[in-house]
Every structure is written in structure tokens, then in C-alpha cells.
């Protein structure tokens, strides 16, 4: 089934959503994303993305070009909590085309809501609908487009 000018809705414009849009927009769909937030942004803290997350990120197209804050570990070191003495130090192969990386979440969120901006990919808010018709609204919104 070819996704080319397909109508595709996605609810939520967390990291999920956002890579969803980006995945479908890339395949030539028109994507619109229904965010109850006005805005889409993060708060939160640190991550760490795996060489795995890092392929799924460059096939998206938000890595490298996107994401500029990021840091490169070598390892992870565990402490124990008491005695902050060392458990385990955890060595990371950093593979220069998918390495580990550990950013902000918010830079991640900025970087996939930039990328799906690129490629077309709309933003809806319904901060205004009470809950009985926010489902209502989002259907009749993406047939209607």
C-alpha cells in the first residue's frame, strides 16, 4: 500500500508522534499532528540514545543534521549510592556513523519538531475542546483537510 498523499493523524507530539509524522511525511503522506499542548515543546531531563536509536534517527534525517548538542561518552561508570564507591564501568563503542549519545530531551524534541517542520507536517492544538469532543474534532478535522 503506498502511503503517497495519504491523510495521516497522529494524537501526541511527544518523541513518538514526532517520528511517526516524520516517518509517514517521508513517504509522501500529508501529516498533521493533534497536539493538546499550544506548543510543542519538552521539559525534562537528560537522555541516552543508543547506537539502535541513533540509525532510527539518521534514517528519519534528524541525525546528525539536527542534533548539535550532543555528547559522545566513553563509558557509563556505576556507583554505588551510599558508599559512591564504583560497581561497573560500562565502555561504549563509539562507531563514528552510529555512536552513543547522551543530550537534553529537549533538544531532541526541538530537533524531530524542526525536521518534521521540513518536511510539511502540520500542528494542530486542541486545547480548547472538553473531552467528549476531542475525538470527534480530530476526525472531522483530517477527513475535512
Known amino acids: 500500500m503506498s502511503l503517497l498523499d495519504k491523510n495521516i493523524g497522529i494524537i501526541g507530539g511527544g518523541i513518538g508522534g514526532l517520528a511517526s509524522a516524520i516517518f509517514f511525511a517521508?513517504?509522501?503522506?500529508?501529516?498533521?499532528?493533534?497536539?493538546?499542548?499550544?506548543?510543542?515543546?519538552?521539559?525534562?531531563?537528560?537522555?541516552?540514545?543508543?547506537?539502535?536509536?541513533?540509525?532510527?534517527?539518521?534514517?528519519?534525517?534528524?541525525?546528525?543534521d539536527y542534533l548539535e548538542e550532543v555528547c559522545f561518552p566513553d563509558s557509563i561508570l556505576f556507583k554505588d549510592y551510599k558508599a559512591g564507591k564504583p560497581i561497573i564501568e560500562i565502555k561504549h563503542n563509539q562507531d563514528i556513523d552510529f555512536p552513543y549519545v547522551q543530550l537534553h530531551r529537549a533538544d531532541l524534541v526541538d530537533a524531530l519538531v524542526s525536521r518534521a517542520k521540513d518536511l510539511g507536517v502540520k500542528t494542530v492544538s486542541y486545547t480548547h475542546l472538553r473531552a467528549h469532543e476531542t475525538l470527534r474534532y480530530l476526525v472531522c478535522r483530517l477527513l475535512l483537510e
Open 26 to 64: 517521508k513517504f509522501g503522506s500529508r501529516v498533521t499532528i493533534f497536539e493538546k499542548a499550544s506548543e510543542i515543546s519538552e521539559v525534562g531531563a537528560g537522555i541516552q540514545i543508543s547506537a539502535n536509536g541513533i540509525n532510527i534517527l539518521s534514517k528519519l534525517g534528524v541525525y546528525p
